[in-house]
């Protein structure tokens, strides 16, 4: 198995570290979407999600492709997939303590 650097372990989870960022990618979860289906199914405004979503694209997190005038997004891989669902599992087991807890490091 490959090592990869601390730093660039920090960059990938950052990609995960906002609200608005694990909203796009729950909407991704079962198919891709449009920015404009993004927009409407977080209630988000254009702009801001352009640029969520370049962060997550940028991170190697989620993929685009053209069709037309249209850019579809949708999660890079089974694994991240995979990694998503974990983050429900890990997080059904410790939320009350995420919920509780005041002091993070940044």
Same mark, same amino acid.
């Given at each position: 198995?490959?090592?990869?650097?601390?730093?660039?372990?920090?960059?990938?989870?950052?990609?995960?570290?906002? =609200? +608005?960022?694990? #909203? /796009?990618? %729950? !909407?991704?979860?079962?198919?891709? =979407? +449009?920015?404009? #289906? /993004?927009? %409407? !199914?977080?209630?988000?405004?254009?702009?801001?999600?352009? #640029?969520?979503?370049?962060?997550?694209?940028?991170?190697?997190?989620?993929?685009?492709?053209?069709?037309?005038?249209?850019?579809?997004?949708?999660?890079?891989?089974?694994?991240?997939?995979?990694?998503?669902?974990?983050?429900?599992?890990?997080?059904?087991?410790?939320?009350?303590?995420?919920?509780?807890?005041?002091?993070?490091?940044?």
């Amino acid at each position: 198995m490959q090592l990869i650097e601390i730093d660039t372990k920090v960059k990938f989870l950052r990609g995960f570290a906002d =609200k +608005t960022r694990i #909203q /796009i990618l %729950e !909407a991704l979860m079962d198919e891709e =979407k +449009t920015v404009s #289906q /993004i927009v %409407e !199914a977080i209630n988000g405004n254009q702009s801001n999600i352009s #640029q969520h979503l370049a962060c997550l694209k940028g991170c190697g997190i989620i993929v685009g492709r053209q069709e037309g005038r249209y850019c579809y997004y949708r999660i890079r891989n089974q694994q991240v997939r995979e990694l998503l669902n974990m983050f429900n599992v890990v997080l059904a087991d410790v939320q009350n303590d995420v919920a509780c807890c005041d002091s993070h490091i940044d």
